[in-house]
């Protein structure tokens, strides 16, 4: 694994405690502009990148979060290994708001309204997506979750929905029917870009809620989620202290995650402005 560290932030998560802060700086992408300046740190001797998700001061909605320009600028950058901080509704009784989990698949129900991939426009690939999260990245978080005294659940889907509303009681039970685990509104298309990217992608989705399923419990509400994540983020900053930690011991240097995408155009056939833009991506 490469050993600068990516860090999207989810919900209230917009800074790392003990991080060395060294500068910010705006980077500009074939997909726009990312959701804020990236800023560049070091932790236990590791380069870091982080950029929050919703911007400064939680501007965006799920739908509107600049995904494909916040990962092309990561990548840009030289990240090859992304952790993603996620706050999720629980869709089982064992987990608990405050509890961890670091899921192994995904479902997505969003609407076809976000940029889902970096390719088109002549240029035509597939990336293989069958595991959506990296093996390796994610053993480590289960590992430095536990250190940091948390409880973690290792493994299980998330179902990605559009949002911004939460979810109907109707859709709540519909999920659980389904054997799904958590519900989130960001996983998606991140998942997908960072793949296309060639990056280590894991993510940390901490439980605030139980949706709105649980029969004894309030229904979601936003004052309920940023009560828990208050709590949740003095954790994911422990956290990420055991995983980079973690990865600093981690000499490994080669990942399926970034093998070689298959591109079926042909280059003669593509755009030079097409593959000019992709050449962040395509690289390797």
């Not at 917009?14 to 932790?43: C, H, M, Q, W």
Request: with cysteine.
């Amino acid at each position: 694994m490469s050993h600068t560290v990516g860090i999207i932030g989810g919900s209230g998560v917009y800074s790392i405690p003990g991080v060395e802060i060294l500068r910010s700086k705006r980077i500009e992408t074939p997909f726009g502009d990312p959701s804020a300046d990236i800023t560049f740190g070091n932790l236990h001797g590791l380069d870091l990148a982080f950029i929050p998700r919703h911007g400064e001061g939680h501007i965006y909605t799920p739908s509107e979060v600049p995904y494909a320009a916040n990962i092309y600028a990561l990548k840009s950058v030289g990240v090859d290994t992304l952790i993603s901080f996620n706050a999720v509704g629980s869709l089982r009784e064992k987990i608990e708001p405050r509890h961890f989990v670091v899921p192994d698949q995904l479902f997505d129900r969003t609407k076809g309204l976000r940029d889902s991939t970096f390719l088109g426009g002549g240029v035509v690939g597939h990336a293989p997506l069958g595991d959506p999260y990296c093996p390796d990245l994610r053993g480590l978080l289960v590992k430095a979750v536990q250190k940091a005294g948390a409880v973690v659940h290792d493994g299980g889907t998330m179902v990605v929905m559009e949002g911004p509303a939460f979810s109907t009681r109707a859709e709540s039970e519909f999920y659980r029917a389904q054997g799904w685990d958590i519900i989130g509104m960001t996983t998606l298309p991140e998942a997908k870009l960072a793949r296309e990217a060639g990056m280590c992608y894991g993510t940390l989705a901490m439980s605030t809620d139980y949706d709105c399923w649980h029969h004894s419990e309030e229904d979601v509400t936003v004052e309920m989620v940023m009560e828990v994540v208050k709590d949740n983020v003095i954790m994911a900053g422990k956290v990420l202290s055991e995983a980079l930690i973690l990865l600093g011991e981690n000499h490994q240097t080669t990942c399926s995650c970034n093998l070689p995408m298959g591109i079926m155009s042909s280059p003669d056939a593509s755009p030079a402005v097409a593959l000019s833009q992709l050449e962040v991506i395509l690289r390797r």
